[in-house]
């Protein structure tokens, strides 16, 4: 297969509600979705978010930067053009959706065990009433796994994780503080919720801060995530060499697509490290790659972070798996997915 031409559009979903975080509020995803066709008449897809806030990238420079290498995977046969995207500098969203496509025309998505799987659902930053009443609405709708986005007041956090510890107690609470806390925070925190049944804490520190992540891993027994701290394979092994945190999270479109996710998985299996696989507010090309790897890699991953279409508006017809509650499946029982 040889790559003919490489096409981009942007697309926009709305969501249900404003999703909140430490680090932005979005009522609209955007994401530009990148088709690669071949000579053969096959067509890979794939999609990148604007995730200014996380990786850098905003429509503009995706858009850019897809238009800049085109030019070099024109031509070339896919796993030539996958070699290539990879040593170049552009953004990791960018490199993600092309990867996505590449991977797609290689055939890379099939599942073996389709036995279905949980994801969380997301629970915005908001005033402490409304957590808990978004909360109340997901757990009567199915979805137990409530991903708990802080912010900087640490008053609030340690509040809110109270008012849900014992509001729902058959709820399981991941929090995610997005970078928002001192170490000295943090400690607070964790010192405060020590009596409450935590899943985790992800990311409390800023990304660079391995040190103070470290220090926090150490003084609590609720096992600590790294999410920015953990972009590409490199990021991991530092993490697991300096027992900075307990866990990582894995994302399509920090570490640039699904092979490089695969070298991160392949890594965690051999060491034994637990992880999530998370993603942005993502479309439907990407979250489905994002769950082919959710379904293999299950022995791995131990928490799921794709709630998106799940907060979409209206629901996807192009999403290959079914969201009911917190529990996915693959339609149709589908082996061969994308």
């Not at 969203?93 to 969380?120: C, H, Q, R, V, W």
């Not at 979409?312 to 009911?324: G, H, N």
Request: some cysteine.
């Amino acid at each position: 297969m040889i790559i003919q031409a490489i096409n981009t559009e942007v697309k926009y979903i709305e969501l249900k509600t404003p999703f909140i975080t430490a680090l932005r509020r979005v009522e609209v995803i955007e994401f530009v979705r990148v088709s690669v066709v071949c000579s053969d008449g096959e067509v890979g897809i794939g999609e990148a978010p604007a995730t200014m806030a996380i990786t850098g990238e905003d429509i503009e420079i995706i858009l850019a930067s897809i238009k800049k290498i085109k030019t070099t995977l024109i031509g070339l046969n896919i796993k030539s053009a996958l070699e290539e995207l990879h040593k170049t500098g552009i953004g990791s969203s960018t490199k993600a959706a092309l990867d996505i496509a590449f991977m797609s025309l290689l055939g890379f998505f099939t599942l073996e065990d389709i036995s279905s799987i949980n994801t969380d659902i997301t629970i915005s930053l908001n005033p402490i009433d409304k957590m808990l009443s978004d909360a109340k609405i997901a757990c009567s709708s199915g979805m137990n796994i409530l991903k708990v986005k802080l912010g900087s007041d640490i008053k609030h956090a340690i509040e809110v994780t109270h008012k849900l510890s014992a509001t729902l107690p058959q709820a399981k609470l991941l929090i995610d503080a997005n970078q928002a806390w001192s170490l000295d925070e943090s400690l607070r925190y964790v010192n405060a919720v020590e009596e409450f049944d935590i899943e985790l804490i992800e990311q409390p520190v800023v990304a660079k801060d391995l040190r103070a992540l470290k220090l926090i891993t150490n003084a609590t027994k609720i096992p600590i995530l790294a999410d920015e701290a953990t972009f590409t394979l490199a990021d991991v092994k530092e993490i697991v060499k300096t027992s900075s945190a307990d866990m990582i999270n894995i994302k399509l479109m920090k570490c640039g697509g699904v092979s490089k996710a695969v070298e991160i998985l392949e890594y965690a299996r051999v060491n034994s490290i637990k992880c999530m696989l998370g993603s942005m507010l993502e479309g439907p090309y990407s979250i489905n790659a994002a769950l082919y790897l959710a379904f293999n890699y299950r022995d791995v991953i131990e928490y799921v972070d794709l709630d998106s279409p799940l907060l979409y508006k209206e629901a996807s017809d192009e999403l290959d798996f079914i969201f009911s509650g917190s529990k996915i499946s693959a339609k149709d029982n589908q082996k061969n997915l994308l």
